[in-house]
Nanobody, 125 residues
Protein backbone atom coordinates (compact mmCIF):
# COMPACT_ATOMS: atom_id res chain seq x y z
CA UNK A 1 0.00 0.00 0.00
CA UNK A 2 1.07 3.55 -0.69
CA UNK A 3 -0.11 6.71 1.02
CA UNK A 4 0.30 10.16 -0.49
CA UNK A 5 0.01 13.50 1.27
CA UNK A 6 0.18 16.78 -0.63
CA UNK A 7 1.13 20.16 0.77
CA UNK A 8 2.17 23.59 -0.43
CA UNK A 9 -1.06 24.83 -1.94
CA UNK A 10 -1.77 28.48 -1.37
CA UNK A 11 -3.35 31.60 -2.80
CA UNK A 12 -1.06 33.63 -5.05
CA UNK A 13 -1.29 36.38 -7.60
CA UNK A 14 -0.87 35.74 -11.29
CA UNK A 15 2.80 35.57 -12.17
CA UNK A 16 3.71 34.12 -8.80
CA UNK A 17 5.25 30.79 -7.91
CA UNK A 18 4.45 27.85 -5.68
CA UNK A 19 6.10 24.56 -4.91
CA UNK A 20 3.90 21.61 -4.14
CA UNK A 21 5.20 18.67 -2.17
CA UNK A 22 3.93 15.12 -2.06
CA UNK A 23 5.18 12.92 0.75
CA UNK A 24 4.93 9.21 0.06
CA UNK A 25 4.83 6.44 2.62
CA UNK A 26 4.49 2.71 2.13
CA UNK A 27 6.18 0.17 -0.07
CA UNK A 28 8.57 2.06 -2.38
CA UNK A 29 8.58 -0.88 -4.78
CA UNK A 30 4.84 -0.45 -5.35
CA UNK A 31 5.22 2.55 -7.60
CA UNK A 32 7.55 3.69 -10.34
CA UNK A 33 5.45 6.37 -11.96
CA UNK A 34 4.23 9.47 -10.20
CA UNK A 35 2.27 12.44 -11.34
CA UNK A 36 0.53 15.66 -10.50
CA UNK A 37 -3.03 16.25 -11.53
CA UNK A 38 -5.44 19.11 -11.05
CA UNK A 39 -9.14 19.63 -11.06
CA UNK A 40 -10.99 22.91 -11.28
CA UNK A 41 -14.63 23.20 -10.23
CA UNK A 42 -16.91 21.77 -12.89
CA UNK A 43 -14.03 20.34 -14.89
CA UNK A 44 -12.51 16.93 -15.26
CA UNK A 45 -9.30 16.02 -13.54
CA UNK A 46 -6.37 16.57 -15.85
CA UNK A 47 -2.75 15.51 -15.85
CA UNK A 48 -0.21 18.25 -15.28
CA UNK A 49 3.12 16.46 -15.06
CA UNK A 50 4.46 12.98 -14.45
CA UNK A 51 7.80 11.36 -13.87
CA UNK A 52 9.19 7.88 -14.18
CA UNK A 53 10.65 7.08 -10.78
CA UNK A 54 14.30 6.82 -11.80
CA UNK A 55 13.85 10.40 -12.94
CA UNK A 56 14.75 9.63 -16.50
CA UNK A 57 11.51 10.61 -18.19
CA UNK A 58 9.21 13.50 -17.47
CA UNK A 59 5.96 14.41 -19.16
CA UNK A 60 4.09 17.71 -19.13
CA UNK A 61 0.76 19.00 -20.29
CA UNK A 62 1.19 21.53 -23.07
CA UNK A 63 -0.44 24.18 -20.92
CA UNK A 64 2.34 24.06 -18.32
CA UNK A 65 5.44 23.34 -20.38
CA UNK A 66 8.19 25.81 -19.62
CA UNK A 67 6.48 26.97 -16.43
CA UNK A 68 6.16 23.87 -14.25
CA UNK A 69 8.82 21.37 -13.27
CA UNK A 70 8.29 17.97 -11.67
CA UNK A 71 11.06 16.40 -9.63
CA UNK A 72 11.55 13.75 -7.01
CA UNK A 73 13.81 12.97 -4.13
CA UNK A 74 13.88 9.21 -3.85
CA UNK A 75 15.88 9.30 -0.65
CA UNK A 76 13.07 11.29 0.98
CA UNK A 77 10.24 9.58 -0.92
CA UNK A 78 9.04 13.00 -1.95
CA UNK A 79 7.64 14.39 -5.17
CA UNK A 80 7.68 18.06 -6.03
CA UNK A 81 5.98 20.35 -8.49
CA UNK A 82 7.57 23.74 -8.98
CA UNK A 83 5.05 26.09 -10.52
CA UNK A 84 6.21 29.41 -11.94
CA UNK A 85 4.46 32.18 -13.85
CA UNK A 86 1.14 31.02 -12.49
CA UNK A 87 -2.01 31.94 -14.36
CA UNK A 88 -5.60 32.09 -13.12
CA UNK A 89 -6.36 29.04 -15.25
CA UNK A 90 -3.83 27.06 -13.19
CA UNK A 91 -6.11 27.28 -10.15
CA UNK A 92 -7.68 24.14 -8.78
CA UNK A 93 -7.18 21.22 -6.46
CA UNK A 94 -3.85 19.59 -7.12
CA UNK A 95 -3.44 15.88 -6.53
CA UNK A 96 -0.42 13.68 -6.30
CA UNK A 97 -0.76 10.17 -7.72
CA UNK A 98 1.32 7.04 -8.09
CA UNK A 99 1.24 3.95 -10.26
CA UNK A 100 3.32 0.83 -10.51
CA UNK A 101 4.56 2.00 -13.90
CA UNK A 102 3.90 4.63 -16.52
CA UNK A 103 1.74 3.01 -19.19
CA UNK A 104 0.49 4.67 -22.34
CA UNK A 105 -0.54 8.24 -21.64
CA UNK A 106 1.39 9.06 -18.46
CA UNK A 107 -0.88 12.04 -17.89
CA UNK A 108 -4.12 10.07 -17.93
CA UNK A 109 -5.65 9.82 -14.44
CA UNK A 110 -6.98 6.34 -15.24
CA UNK A 111 -3.46 4.97 -15.12
CA UNK A 112 -2.93 5.76 -11.45
CA UNK A 113 -4.15 3.73 -8.53
CA UNK A 114 -2.85 5.69 -5.57
CA UNK A 115 -4.06 9.21 -4.85
CA UNK A 116 -3.60 11.86 -2.23
CA UNK A 117 -6.32 14.09 -0.83
CA UNK A 118 -5.23 17.18 -2.71
CA UNK A 119 -3.97 20.67 -1.97
CA UNK A 120 -5.73 23.82 -3.13
CA UNK A 121 -4.09 26.34 -5.44
CA UNK A 122 -5.75 29.68 -6.01
CA UNK A 123 -4.43 32.20 -8.51
CA UNK A 124 -5.86 35.68 -8.59
CA UNK A 125 -5.54 38.03 -11.55
Amino acid sequence: QVQLVESGGDSVQAGGSLRLTCTVTGDPYSYNCMGWFRQAPGKEREGVASIYKPGIYTYYADSVKGRFAISQDNAKNTLYLQMNSLKPEDAGMYYCAAAYRCVGDALAPQGYGYWGQGTQVTVSS
